[in-house]
């Protein structure tokens, strides 16, 4: 196997009951939140009392503490092999930056030609390239977790230069070009800097300086089979935490508009599979090897719905379409990831050997 850089167990222990029921605890927290948003008046106003950069405060822990435990795993001194692999970085800012947002804008013009405001929402989002749960989901996957966190990082530099530009782009001067109709959106590379720097920045650091300092106090193999077990389940725990939260704040739009949500749905189901269906379909060609050929699918397939709901709650207001359709982003990326994570791991056949592959998705697993 070519292109890898992460280490895993042949055989893996029994899995937890976290572990071994993840898509139903996904679920549970999914309905869990919907319900609370839909059946507690005024739960939206508590949690959104307090935001950091636009993005309610229960909502931004979770992310933080969702994000640390797994960019603690990270071996920084490996990042230098995946810098070096230009086929990998290559593809993944033509997957992320060209075939994404040109995809999204040509979903939601097929399938939203008479709903200008969701489809103003859909684009939003297919422009907003994903820097939080994509670490998951790779993790989740076996992914290369070295390979991850520079592809996010980058996409972040990215993310910050371009999403202004390819906004006035996508909404403005493609569809005059076309003889569409025309909108813009309202944001800054300040504000989108502003964002990366919590939600990346802040446990990036962490989990480096944890790292550094761990293995310097105590050696690489305590940190490895002592200390990052420990903080492992926090990961999934962080993950289920910012779903119940979500979606209770946005429960009961969801719930109020199921056509519109349907609707919304489509394109997105579309987009997911599209995108990670052609980054798996990329790694392959290239010969990446598993590890890094998930990461590929990954960060292609995901999306910042932070970014899309905040940019177009500022610009279009809270109760806009353009809202509600980065709403449902998350409704329909959180199950279908899932499930491809499912897919990926089936796939790992394909490019290792069979007792390799009986590793499951797991928040506690070391590599």
């Given at each position: 196997?070519?292109?890898?850089?992460?280490?895993?167990?042949?055989?893996?222990?029994?899995?937890?009951?976290?572990?071994?029921?993840?898509?139903?605890?996904?679920?549970?927290?999914?309905?869990?939140?919907?319900?609370?948003?839909?059946q507690?008046p005024?739960?939206?106003?508590?949690?959104?009392?307090?935001?950091?950069?636009g993005?309610?405060?229960?909502?931004a822990?979770?992310?933080?503490?969702?994000?640390?435990?797994?960019?603690?795993?990270?071996r920084?001194?490996?990042?230098?092999?995946?810098?070096?692999?230009?086929?990998?970085?290559?593809g993944?800012?033509?997957?992320?930056w060209?075939?994404?947002?040109?995809?999204?804008?040509?979903?939601?013009w097929?399938?939203?030609?008479?709903?200008?405001?969701?489809?103003?929402?859909?684009?939003?989002?297919?422009l907003?390239?994903?820097?939080?749960?994509?670490?998951?989901?790779?993790?989740?996957?076996c992914?290369?977790?070295?390979?991850?966190?520079?592809?996010?990082?980058?996409?972040?530099?990215?993310?910050?230069?371009?999403?202004?530009?390819?906004?006035?782009?996508?909404?403005?001067?493609?569809?005059?070009?076309?003889?569409?109709?025309?909108?813009t959106?309202?944001?800054?590379?300040?504000?989108?800097?502003?964002?990366?720097?919590?939600?990346?920045g802040?446990?990036?650091?962490?989990?480096?300086?944890?790292?550094?300092?761990?293995?310097?106090?105590?050696?690489?193999?305590?940190?490895?089979?002592?200390?990052?077990?420990?903080?492992?389940?926090?990961?999934?725990y962080?993950?289920?935490?910012?779903?119940?939260?979500?979606?209770?704040?946005?429960?009961?739009?969801?719930?109020?508009?199921?056509v519109?949500?349907?609707r919304?749905?489509?394109?997105?189901?579309?987009?997911?599979?599209?995108?990670?269906?052609?980054?798996?379909?990329?790694g392959?060609?290239?010969?990446?090897?598993?590890?890094?050929?998930?990461?590929?699918?990954?960060t292609?397939?995901g999306?910042?719905?932070?970014?899309?709901?905040?940019?177009a709650?500022?610009?279009?207001?809270?109760?806009?379409?353009?809202?509600?359709?980065?709403?449902?982003?998350?409704?329909?990326e959180?199950?279908?990831?899932?499930?491809?994570?499912?897919?990926?791991?089936?796939?790992?056949?394909?490019f290792?050997?069979?007792a390799?592959?009986?590793?499951?998705?797991?928040?506690?697993?070391e590599?």
């Amino acid at each position: 196997m070519t292109g890898t850089t992460t280490e895993h167990p042949a055989v893996v222990g029994k899995l937890s009951t976290l572990d071994r029921f993840l898509p139903v605890w996904i679920g549970v927290a999914m309905a869990a939140g919907l319900l609370l948003g839909r059946q507690v008046p005024g739960i939206g106003d508590v949690l959104s009392a307090v935001e950091i950069d636009g993005i309610s405060l229960p909502i931004a822990l979770g992310l933080l503490i969702m994000m640390y435990p797994v960019l603690a795993k990270v071996r920084y001194d490996r990042l230098d092999t995946v810098t070096g692999d230009r086929g990998m970085l290559t593809g993944s800012l033509v997957l992320n930056w060209i075939v994404g947002p040109a995809l999204m804008f040509a979903l939601a013009w097929i399938f939203l030609p008479d709903l200008p405001e969701y489809r103003t929402g859909l684009i939003i989002v297919g422009l907003a390239r994903c820097i939080a749960m994509v670490i998951i989901w790779n993790d989740l996957a076996c992914g290369d977790r070295e390979a991850a966190a520079v592809l996010v990082a980058i996409n972040s530099v990215f993310q910050v230069l371009m999403f202004a530009v390819l906004g006035w782009f996508y909404l403005s001067v493609l569809p005059g070009w076309l003889g569409l109709e025309q909108t813009t959106i309202d944001t800054s590379p300040w504000q989108i800097a502003k964002s990366v720097l919590i939600f990346l920045g802040i446990p990036l650091l962490a989990g480096f300086l944890t790292r550094h300092y761990g293995e310097m106090a105590k050696g690489r193999a305590w940190y490895e089979q002592t200390f990052l077990p420990r903080i492992g389940p926090g990961a999934l725990y962080g993950l289920l935490f910012t779903i119940v939260i979500l979606f209770a704040l946005q429960g009961d739009q969801i719930t109020s508009h199921p056509v519109d949500v349907v609707r919304i749905a489509i394109p997105l189901l579309a987009y997911f599979a599209i995108m990670w269906g052609g980054g798996y379909a990329l790694g392959a060609a290239m010969g990446l090897g598993y590890e890094r050929t998930t990461t590929l699918a990954f960060t292609a397939a995901g999306n910042n719905f932070e970014l899309a709901i905040a940019v177009a709650i500022a610009t279009y207001g809270a109760t806009s379409g353009q809202a509600l359709a980065g709403v449902v982003g998350p409704l329909i990326e959180v199950p279908v990831l899932v499930a491809l994570v499912y897919v990926s791991l089936a796939l790992r056949t394909r490019f290792t050997s069979p007792a390799s592959a009986t590793v499951a998705p797991a928040a506690v697993k070391e590599s």
